[in-house]
């Protein structure tokens, strides 16, 4: 059973507008949610996170948003840039789970000139 | 940031024959490290957590006598496939947390092909 769903394998932006990658989870003992970028034959590197006493994160062109009731985060990027493609990791970390991540399945995100 | 290295970055293996994968943080001490595993388009799996000095803890459904884990010092962490298959064929991630949730630095990867 995947407890973290990225339910859109890949997405196109145009440059310049916003990038919104969705995920979501299943297991309400996840407190932490992070997102991290992924190119092809390297390994993640983390972006950004949020932990679920709060509702919104930000940094700098990525903003991070969790809907608890819902079970559901989000990534905004804005404005989206050509270096931004990639494959973008939503994971989650259980409460006391010592780091342990649960991934969902990746988003192919493509910013197109 | 702190930097973790993998060696090597890809190897070819015929089946049978045992690989091994070494795990690297280069500038901070990790007693624990995790090591995933990614086929093509899809998620990273977790398979087990490498603990410095003690036994490694492994997933449900991941053999620990195919998956053999190392954790000899606080910076190398080990994985040897052995009597490696086809199917064994993947790309192979380690991680190690430097504290908190955030703080955790992936390796570049292994690819694996087994033939």
């Known amino acids: 059973d995947q407890q973290v769903k990225q339910n859109s394998p890949s997405l196109s932006v145009q440059e310049g507008r916003i990038s919104i990658l969705n995920c979501d989870y299943t297991n309400s003992m996840f407190d932490y949610f992070l997102w991290y970028k992924k190119y092809p034959a390297e390994g993640p590197t983390f972006l950004i996170s949020i932990s679920s006493i709060k509702d919104k994160n930000e940094d700098g062109r990525f903003t991070v948003f969790l809907n608890k009731s819902a079970k559901h985060l989000s990534l905004h990027i804005v404005p989206s840039q050509p270096g931004d493609s990639a494959v973008y990791f939503c994971?989650?970390?259980?409460?006391?789970?010592?780091?342990?991540?649960?991934f969902g399945q990746g988003t192919r995100l493509t910013i197109n000139p | 940031g702190a930097v973790v290295s993998q060696h090597p970055s890809w190897v070819i293996c015929k089946s049978g024959t045992s690989v091994k994968i070494e795990c690297r943080s280069l500038?901070?001490?990790?007693?624990?490290m995790f090591w995933y595993r990614q086929f093509p388009k899809q998620s990273l799996m977790l398979m087990a957590t490498?603990?410095?000095?003690?036994?490694?803890?492994?997933e449900q459904g991941v053999e620990k006598d195919k998956f053999l884990i190392n954790h000899a010092s606080l910076t190398l962490s080990t994985l040897t496939v052995t009597s490696a298959h086809p199917e064994d064929s993947s790309f192979y991630i380690c991680?190690?947390?430097?504290?908190?949730?955030?703080?955790?630095?992936f390796g570049p990867g292994t690819r694996l092909t087994v033939l």
């Open positions: 991680s190690a947390p430097t504290g908190g949730h955030n703080e955790q630095f």
């Open positions: 500038d901070f001490q990790a007693t624990t």
């Open positions: 490498s603990n410095e000095g003690s036994k490694a803890t492994y």
């Open positions: 994971a989650a970390a259980p409460r006391g789970g010592a780091q342990k991540l649960v």
